[in-house]
Structures are given as structure tokens and as C-alpha cells.
């Protein structure tokens, strides 16, 4: 058990669809974020907010729409994705303060497969 | 252009002995360097960091080095167990301290009894 808690595990949907991925943090940090981990490949920084505000959009394409509503939730609104979208969507949070080092509390991630 | 490698290869060792793990990187000055261990299905687990101004640091069986002239970190697991096997990645700052991580591809590791 991390901390932080990643819903669901497992989705499945279409390429018209439309769903969400969510994550929430109990450890009362202040940064979340959002990775992609494709086979063979290094994880890819998507999204990065600190205290609500997004801090970070590494290149990622509108189909994918994050929120933050608080410090201690955070959502992937995921629309008309490609079969190339599919991929482990990894959550993250850490404690970002005045030299912290930004260590990173990970979830158990959603496997999504597009179709 | 900026990279973090790692050998893709996996590194097959005996138990009791110990493996070595490369992470080199390129066009980054980083203030800190995190290694993580992922096991397959799960989330990254942070292991250990070392800042720029430190050679080593250990936790228990872990050592990790840090050359910033050499642009490289070694990550070593001592007696090793087959419990160890799983990828080991490291990881960087982007940009000084700001938590935005960056990530090698990973090295998987076997240790067989």
C-alpha cells in the first residue's frame, strides 16, 4: 500500500467512448502527476500539477484531459483514443517544498486497452 | 538532445553474488538522481537518491554511486536474493528540483537460486 490509490485497474473501451481515470493520494502531498508506461518503453511525464495548478502538459494530445480538483485528487479524462493509447497510466504524487528532493509515491496504475 | 539509458538488456546473476546496474545520461545537469524498482503489473517504488555533491549513499544491501564528470550512476545490490528480481529504473530532475521526473528505460534484473 502506497498511498495512493488508482481506479479502476483494468478498462477496456472503444475508440468513440468516452472515460475517466482516477487517482487519490492520503499522504498530504502537494504535487500530483500523471505518467505513461508503453511495452519497451521509459515512462513519459504527461501532466504535472502542484497545489491544483498544472505545472506541466508534456506534449500530450487533447483526447487526453486532466483534472485536478484538490491536492489530493486527480483525474484522466480519456476521449476518442487510438489503439495506440493503450498503455499503463501510472499516477504519482510527492511533497514538493523549498529543497525537497520531489521523491515520487506511484500507484499500482489502470491498464487501459483501447480498441 | 537529452537521454537517460539504462541497459535494455536483462542481467541474469547467481544468488549471493552481486549485480550492477548502469544509468548514464546526457545534456543534463542533474541536482539528484532516484533509482526505483518496479515489479511486473505494479507502480515504481523509490529506493534510494543521491544529490550531486555526494559519491555514494547506502541503504542496507543498496549502494548507489554517482559520477557527475562521468555522467553515470551505478546501482549495486549486494548478496544478491531472487526476492531482488524485478526492473530497476533511475531517474532525474528535468529541471533542478521541481519533482518532474524523467526515467530510464529500466533494467530488468533475474537473480536465480
Known amino acids: 500500500e502506497t498511498g495512493v490509490t488508482q481506479t479502476p485497474r483494468h478498462l477496456v473501451m472503444g475508440m468513440t467512448n468516452k472515460k475517466s481515470l482516477k487517482c487519490e493520494q492520503h499522504l498530504g502531498h502537494n504535487a500530483m502527476y500523471w505518467y505513461k508506461q508503453s511495452a519497451k518503453k521509459p515512462l513519459e511525464l504527461m501532466f504535472v500539477?502542484?497545489?491544483?495548478?498544472?505545472?506541466e502538459n508534456n506534449s500530450v494530445p487533447s483526447r487526453f484531459s486532466p483534472e485536478c480538483p484538490n491536492s489530493s485528487h486527480l483525474f484522466l479524462h480519456l476521449h476518442t483514443l487510438q489503439p495506440e493509447d493503450s498503455a499503463l497510466y501510472l499516477c504519482?504524487?510527492?511533497?514538493?517544498?523549498?529543497?525537497?528532493?520531489?521523491?515520487?509515491?506511484f500507484g499500482e496504475g489502470s491498464r487501459l486497452t483501447v480498441l | 538532445s537529452q537521454k537517460i539509458e539504462q541497459n535494455s538488456e536483462a542481467l541474469n546473476i547467481q544468488e549471493g553474488k552481486t549485480a550492477t546496474l548502469t544509468c548514464n545520461y546526457t545534456n543534463y545537469s542533474p541536482a539528484y538522481l532516484q533509482w526505483y524498482r518496479q515489479d511486473p503489473g505494479r507502480g515504481p517504488v523509490f529506493l534510494l537518491l543521491i544529490r550531486e555533491n555526494e559519491k555514494e549513499k547506502r541503504k542496507e544491501r543498496l549502494k548507489v554511486t554517482f559520477d557527475t564528470t562521468l555522467k553515470q550512476s551505478l546501482f549495486h545490490i549486494t548478496a544478491s536474493q531472487p526476492a531482488d528480481s524485478a526492473t530497476y529504473l533511475c531517474a532525474l530532475d528535468r529541471s533542478g528540483n521541481t519533482g518532474k521526473l524523467i526515467f530510464g528505460q529500466g533494467t530488468t534484473l533475474q537473480v536465480k537460486p
Open positions: 504519482a504524487s510527492s511533497l514538493l517544498t523549498s529543497g525537497d528532493t520531489g521523491e515520487l509515491f
Open positions: 500539477y502542484n497545489f491544483k495548478e498544472q505545472t
